[in-house]
């Protein structure tokens, strides 16, 4: 998952505390309080607004409410992995439409829509490739689609994307009935283990979900946090800036090895290696970072600390020398600045591309730890970001190769429970649909770093045929 490393918000942690000395007591069961606080800011009548325990839960209840047996319901590929568990999970088929490379294509969103569908599912940032679609580009979208269609814009990553740059859906919403967005304090607000989000819609939309709030209800110290959290709004702005700025610099260090990571809204980035991201995946994981792979797409790169990810941006170099990938030299200076404690001695002779050894970059780095979650019961590969403050780089240095495995079953475990208390229908593990598993057409050529645009994900479900 792609958590945000920044220290808690001013004010969460008592907010907490205080409400966790009162968790005897029924206080708040439908987030009233809450729901008239968030719809106070957004200028809306509460009506329009429905909480619940992470914006995970609020589209499996949408989904489950406005989907169902006999529909449709069509989504971006590569998109939220989740999407096509939730979409069964409410009994309808997911649709999956191919990205033009990193980007949405909207007109193929827009032809894949049937008579069948209910709801489209966009995610805006892009997860995992941090796409933005911008106001016009919406704005056309919804133009393009039927009126029996219901869009669902997911918000998650919203503050991380360069301001302006995304499309206003709640403005969009207001005039247009067809129009729903879901945001979570998971990111941004950095809330995620106390699970919070909230789903804005017209009246009509949101209320059939509020008669599954008695089971997907918001805690009552996830309320005080999230409350706690709004008035922070000008330090979460400042630190989901600065999460931008590590994770714009990242970038600029990967596409200085002439990797093809586009820009990203999100607080990861998108790197489509094609044959290579199995390699890269082993190489980071070996070294203790353990990310994520999309479907033979591409791999999806968390952001963490500024060591942390100086260190991944160490490893990164030293993998793009060893496999040749850079598109010139990695002068051994530029590397050793990169991770600051690196051992001079570790670092190899200027005229080599190969970087310090990996226990070498690994104990320099005296923050690195491996966060790790697995997505609930989807495949065993583990998403996994880097956080400070938590291990030590002894730890990461010497669990280096029980790590991935390791951490894929706690996160694994912690996920599944988490999704089966929020999910109103929770699919037995095996039904969850492997990515590549139901496809319905042949494997497409994997892109390669030349060539990132290349079709190369493998959607997990029907696939449209547009
Ligand atoms: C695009 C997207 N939407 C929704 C979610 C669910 O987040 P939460 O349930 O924590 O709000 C995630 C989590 O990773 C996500 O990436």
Redesign the pocket.
């Known amino acids: 998952?792609?958590e945000n490393h920044s220290p808690l918000l001013p004010g969460v942690a008592q907010a907490v505390r205080e409400v966790g000395e009162r968790a005897n007591l029924t206080l708040d069961p439908l987030a009233t309080g809450l729901t008239e606080e968030l719809a106070d800011r957004l200028g809306l009548s509460a009506d329009r607004v429905v909480t619940g325990p992470?914006?995970?839960?609020l589209?499996q209840m949408f989904l489950s409410t406005h989907a169902g047996p006999g529909t449709e319901v069509v989504h971006a590929w590569p998109s939220?992995e989740m999407y096509p568990l939730l979409i069964r999970n409410s009994g309808a088929e997911p649709v999956a439409v191919r990205s033009d490379g990193p980007r949405h294509d909207l007109a193929a969103l827009a032809g894949a829509v049937t008579d069948r569908t209910r709801v489209v599912l966009l995610?805006n940032p892009d997860?995992p490739t941090g796409d933005v679609v911008g106001h016009d580009q919406l704005a056309e979208f919804l133009t393009a689609l039927p009126p029996h269609v219901l869009v669902l814009v997911?918000e998650?990553?919203r503050e991380f994307a360069e301001p302006g740059t995304l499309a206003d859906a709640l403005a969009l919403a207001a005039d247009d009935e067809r129009v729903a967005v879901v945001r979570?304090f998971?990111k941004s607000h950095g809330l995620?283990g106390l699970?919070v989000?909230y789903l804005v819609a017209p009246p009509s939309v949101a209320a059939p979900l509020r008669s599954l709030t008695p089971f997907f209800r918001v805690s009552t110290p996830a309320q005080a946090a999230a409350s706690a959290a709004l008035r922070a709004e000008d330090r979460m702005r400042e630190q989901c800036a600065e999460v931008a700025r590590e994770r714009d610099r990242v970038r600029s260090g990967l596409l200085d090895l002439g990797w093809p990571v586009p820009p990203s809204g999100g607080n990861f980035l998108w790197v489509p290696l094609g044959a290579r991201n199995q390699a890269l995946v082993d190489h980071l994981a070996a070294h203790g970072v353990v990310v994520r792979e999309i479907a033979g797409a591409g791999v999806r790169l968390g952001t963490g600390s500024p060591e942390a990810n100086d260190a991944v941006l160490a490893l990164a170099k030293e993998f793009a020398a060893a496999q040749e990938l850079a598109v010139g030299s990695v002068p051994a200076a530029s590397v050793a600045l990169a991770v600051d404690s690196v051992s001079v001695a570790s670092v190899a002779p200027a005229d080599s591309v190969s970087v310090a050894s990996a226990a070498s970059v690994a104990s320099a780095v005296d923050s690195v730890s491996v966060a790790s979650v697995a997505p609930a019961n989807t495949e065993p590969a583990v998403t996994v970001a880097l956080a400070a403050d938590s291990v030590s780089a002894a730890t990461v240095a010497s669990t280096a190769d029980s790590v991935p495995a390791a951490t894929a079953a706690t996160a694994a475990t912690a996920a599944t429970a988490a999704t089966a208390a929020s999910t109103a229908n929770p699919a037995p593990a095996a039904t969850v649909a492997p990515a590549a598993d139901t496809a319905t057409t042949e494997a497409a050529p994997a892109p390669t770093a030349q060539d990132p645009d290349a079709p190369g994900p493998q959607p997990p479900g029907k696939e449209s045929a547009v």
């Open positions: 998952m792609n992470g914006s995970g839960a589209l939220f995610c997860n997911d998650a990553y979570t998971s995620l699970r989000g």
